[in-house]
């Protein structure tokens, strides 16, 4: 069936470096795209989205990347901080929204 | 505040109680949407509300589940007869046409 997954189930930093995090998709229908933070004990926190007629799409310090050829999303985050430290999700929208097992991404001092 | 809010945000019940969750979304969000999260997965999809109507339901909601949206604001999830396996994370979510979704913290439900 139609599935969302990423790469890498963990993910450690230095602080100031930057981040990362893969996202594939199989659902070549879905059209929007989302990435979400999930702190500790709190909901998912919208960071940024992308619609599939893009291909990049940058907010603050954060940068979505959309290959719909191999059906690839990745999140880029520019000088990463202890703040970042989270599981980050992808989510994408065809039928419904699915989302992914998530990528703990964890910053060291 | 102005975000999604979930209430209870913990919930523990002994196996067979029936329970409830309210969710207060985003004013002016006519989308509502209610997830099932356990721990180390991403969000299951459960139902979605657009106003008052409840346009789709996943087929992990069983007829156990139930969710109502009665003036198209406030929503609730009603569990009966709950179950070990219901333990988890009951996420809502709202949003506008097009727009993404905005999640609350979620109501952590533990059957003992």
């Known amino acids: 069936g139609e599935s969302v997954g990423l790469h890498l189930p963990t993910l450690s930093v230095q602080e100031g470096d930057n981040s990362i995090i893969n996202c594939a998709y199989s659902n070549s229908a879905s059209d929007y795209f989302i990435w979400y933070k999930q702190e500790s004990g709190k909901g998912p926190q919208f960071i940024i989205d992308?619609?599939?007629?893009?291909d990049k799409r940058q907010g603050q310090r954060v940068t979505v990347l959309l290959n719909k050829t191999v059906k690839h999303l990745s999140l880029q985050i520019a000088a990463t901080q202890p703040g970042d430290s989270a599981v980050y999700f992808c989510a994408e929208r065809g039928n419904d929204m699915r989302f992914g097992a998530g990528t703990r991404l964890t910053v060291k001092p | 505040d102005t975000g999604v809010s979930q209430d209870p945000r913990h919930k523990i019940t002994k196996r067979g109680q029936n329970v409830t969750f309210r969710c207060d979304p985003i004013s002016e969000h006519n989308r509502l949407y209610w997830y099932r999260q356990t721990l180390g997965q991403g969000p299951e999809f459960l139902t979605y509300?657009?106003?008052?109507?409840?346009?789709?339901k996943s087929r992990l909601l069983s007829d156990r589940f139930s969710a109502e949206r009665p003036k198209g604001s406030f929503s609730t999830l009603e569990i009966q007869r709950t179950e070990q396996g219901d333990s988890a994370m009951y996420l809502c979510a709202s949003s506008r046409r097009g727009q993404p979704q905005h999640f609350g913290d979620g109501t952590r439900l533990s059957i003992l």
């Open positions: 509300f657009q106003n008052e109507a409840q346009l789709e």
């Open positions: 992308i619609r599939s007629n893009m």
